[in-house]
């Protein structure tokens, strides 16, 4: 299976110069990607995983998936050499003293499992740090493997193998940015380095598409959840952290693992905006303040809209909310819609939203026909 779209190269190519001092990320190559409003599916807080490697000589693959940014220490050395914060490969070697160099088709791979299965939008792979030693092109293929699959059984000859990414230079000490344009559910990764080389990150941005069948025989469970395909559409403030940290799974463990907007000076109020997994009929609300202590929204309220066109309805008045606490309302009545609002006032945050529930007949029956269509 091939792709059926090419994607432009990548922003950055060469490389960076060698560590001077001071700020290493001062002469980083970064750039804005517009496919960063979709959710990271190769986030381990969704249960994503590195789960092989061909070679792992230098830094661990693991590293990749790491949430935040790479850090480079000049002092840090080991027995095998630079310890990197990344998945670094040994040089690769010809085959004799006449043909010293690796061949074209030489290269390394890393097998990533998505924390929850998608349409992949874009890929970053940054190679922050590997100034001089990081591979020259990448590419990218993605499989849709049911269950959980070994590593042995994805790299088997039956398993097809879709380019997400076609084999592309790339640049030192930078973030090198792929749009995907792949109609495929995708639930595992092959990331290919050529020949050889260091990446530090990885970042695969996405929409969910979740199993209808999972769903249909849990009944009720979180139709907001990003696990289960509910998406941040938009909020009004994103200062100190993003918005869809409020649908990510799990109780949030620190202030910055949920949404916090900046202070208000006017009489305004902050909120943020869902599509729900399908159209559902919602039966119980969650709004979560943990750790935010003095910075929590003073109130709250959740709206229902069936539709993209249709109304808002308010289905939880503005309510009182208390700092670092879980908070639970159950409906007087079940809340049928395909998008969901949470206001705040006046400004403030909260670390999660959880809206119960299940999902209508023709929820359920256009989710499986996506899903279908998706490959899945």
Do not use: C
């Amino acid at each position: 299976m091939t792709a059926q779209h090419q994607n432009p190269p990548a922003r950055f190519t060469g490389d960076a110069n060698p560590y001077g001092g001071g700020d290493p990320y001062a002469d980083h190559r970064s750039a804005d990607f517009p496919f960063t409003q979709y959710a990271n599916l190769a986030d381990r807080q969704l249960g994503a995983g590195v789960v092989a490697a061909n070679d792992e000589f230098f830094a661990q693959r693991e590293n990749l998936l790491l949430p935040e940014r790479a850090e480079f220490d000049p002092e840090h050395f080991g027995h095998k050499g630079k310890i990197m914060d990344g998945w670094e490969t040994r040089r690769r070697r010809g085959a004799s003293a006449e043909h010293p160099w690796p061949t074209a088709d030489d290269h390394d791979w890393a097998l990533v499992r998505l924390g929850a299965p998608g349409v992949v939008r874009g890929i970053v792979i940054d190679t922050a740090h590997f100034r001089g030693n990081y591979p020259q092109a990448v590419s990218v293929e993605g499989a849709s493997v049911p269950g959980s699959p070994s590593p042995e059984e994805l790299l088997a000859d039956d398993v097809k193998w879709t380019t997400l990414v076609p084999r592309t230079a790339v640049g030192g000490h930078a973030a090198n940015g792929f749009a995907v344009d792949v109609e495929q559910r995708i639930t595992h990764l092959r990331v290919n380095q050529h020949p050889d080389g260091g990446i530090a990150r990885l970042r695969v941005y996405g929409e969910v598409v979740p199993d209808p069948q999972w769903l249909s025989v849990l009944g009720t469970f979180d139709v907001v959840a990003l696990e289960n395909g509910g998406q941040v559409e938009d909020a009004s403030n994103l200062f100190y952290s993003p918005a869809t940290n409020t649908i990510q799974p799990g109780r949030s463990r620190k202030m910055d693992d949920g949404w916090e907007t900046r202070r208000r000076r006017d009489q305004g109020n902050d909120w943020i905006r869902y599509r729900l997994v399908a159209r559902s009929e919602i039966r119980a609300v969650e709004i979560d303040t943990a750790y935010l202590k003095g910075n929590s929204a003073g109130w709250a309220a959740v709206s229902v809209r069936d539709g993209v066109d249709g109304e808002w309805v308010e289905v939880l008045p503005r309510t009182r909310l208390q700092p670092d606490t879980n908070h639970r309302f159950v409906l007087t009545g079940p809340a049928v819609g395909t998008h969901a609002r949470v206001d705040i006032f006046p400004d403030g945050g909260i670390s999660r939203l959880r809206l119960f529930g299940s999902l209508t007949g023709d929820g359920a029956t256009g989710l499986s026909a996506r899903h279908q269509e998706l490959g899945g």
